[in-house]
């Protein structure tokens, strides 16, 4: 029996699902070369710095990603003991 001042309530929505990851990683392409002359050698090696340093980027931040990650399960696991 409900109480005169109560209504049923409609069902509540299901939980979210949060996930917490890492970023996904993409590849690292490496930029194709043909130089002709040196000002080409030149400006192909800076092409391919800027390429190994996206690629660097990105590997430093999965890293502290993971990380951190480990460093929470390592943390909730010794409080759990």
């Known amino acids: 029996m409900i109480l005169a001042g109560c209504t049923s309530?409609?069902?509540?929505?299901?939980?979210?699902?949060?996930?917490?990851?890492?970023?996904p990683v993409s590849s690292c392409p490496i930029p194709a070369s043909k130089p002709a002359t040196n000002e080409d050698l030149s400006a192909d090696i800076l092409q391919l710095e800027s390429a190994l340093m996206e690629c660097g980027l990105q590997i430093e931040a999965i890293k502290k990603c993971q990380e951190a990650?480990?460093?929470?399960?390592?943390?909730?696991?010794t409080k759990a003991h």
């Open 9 to 23: 309530a409609p069902p509540s929505a299901p939980p979210a699902i949060i996930y917490i990851g890492c970023p």
């Open 69 to 77: 990650q480990h460093a929470k399960t390592h943390s909730a696991a």
